[in-house]
């Protein structure tokens, strides 16, 4: 998952992007605490919903080179965990208001 001091704060993704990321959050803490609360407590507060899971407002893009096409490439991650949930080719594309208005993760 990277490399020591990268941002993964002890979560693991074992598969390729897009699989899921050990631990996953937990979105109702009141149901780990007690499963008959009548308080609802609910931690989704972001715009963005990754598919690790985590609940962030912005997601975070890396530039990387993709060896395979032979471009550099932009991938979108989540900031909690690192989890990669998108790609988008060229890098250049990513900041293109014409063609990605909005980056979705």
Excluded: K
């Excluded at 499963?35 to 609802?40: E, N």
């Excluded at 912005?58 to 080179?65: A, G, L, S």
């Excluded at 395979?68 to 990513?94: D, F, H, K, N, Q």
């Amino acid at each position: 998952m990277g490399a020591p001091g990268s941002g993964g704060f002890g979560f693991t993704q074992p598969g390729p992007a897009g699989s899921p990321v050990l631990p996953p959050q937990v979105s109702d803490p009141s149901s780990v605490i007690a499963p008959f609360s009548t308080t609802p407590v609910f931690s989704a507060t972001g715009q963005f919903s990754f598919i690790c899971s985590h609940i962030e407002n912005m997601p975070v893009i890396y530039r990387d080179f993709d060896y395979e096409t032979g471009m550099s490439v932009a991938l979108v991650v989540c900031p909690t965990c690192s989890c990669v949930s998108g790609v988008i080719r060229p890098y250049e594309a990513a900041f293109n208001n014409f063609t990605q208005p909005i980056i979705i993760p």
